[in-house]
């Protein structure tokens, strides 16, 4: 089965940056970050098709943030730069068969969040 491990996240000024890791127990078709807000639905924020090589992005992510992955070393990345106070949330990695940007209640596999605060 796969297990997914989240880090990085933590208190940051607007306008600062960040980059949060997610490591992988095992490749998989698709991956991909989600964010959840207090009161809010989990929102789709970034993700690689399962080859790695087309990108895809929120309307809140475009400009701003950048996925990656790096398959020698299993780990999938969150590149946030330009942090505003909307980004706080606890993002979490996403992974599926097929695809993560078929909605949140198709994902297979979620790693457990890390908390990420945009605050002065």
């Known amino acids: 089965q796969v297990q997914l491990v989240e880090s990085g996240g933590g208190l940051v000024q607007p306008g600062a940056s960040l980059r949060l890791s997610c490591l992988f127990s095992?490749?998989?078709?698709?991956m991909g970050w989600f964010r959840q807000s207090p009161g809010a639905k989990r929102e789709f924020v970034a993700a690689?098709?399962?080859?790695?090589?087309?990108?895809y992005y929120g309307d809140s992510a475009k400009g701003r943030f950048t996925i990656s992955r790096d398959d020698d070393k299993s780990m999938m990345y969150l590149q946030m730069n330009s942090l505003r106070p909307g980004d706080t949330a606890v993002y979490y990695c996403?992974?599926?068969?097929?695809?993560?940007?078929?909605?949140?209640?198709?994902?297979?596999?979620w790693g457990q969040g890390t908390q990420v605060t945009v605050s002065s």
């Open positions: 095992e490749a998989t078709f698709s």
């Open positions: 690689l098709s399962g080859s790695g090589t087309t990108k």
């Open positions: 996403a992974a599926d068969r097929v695809t993560v940007r078929a909605g949140v209640d198709q994902v297979d596999f």
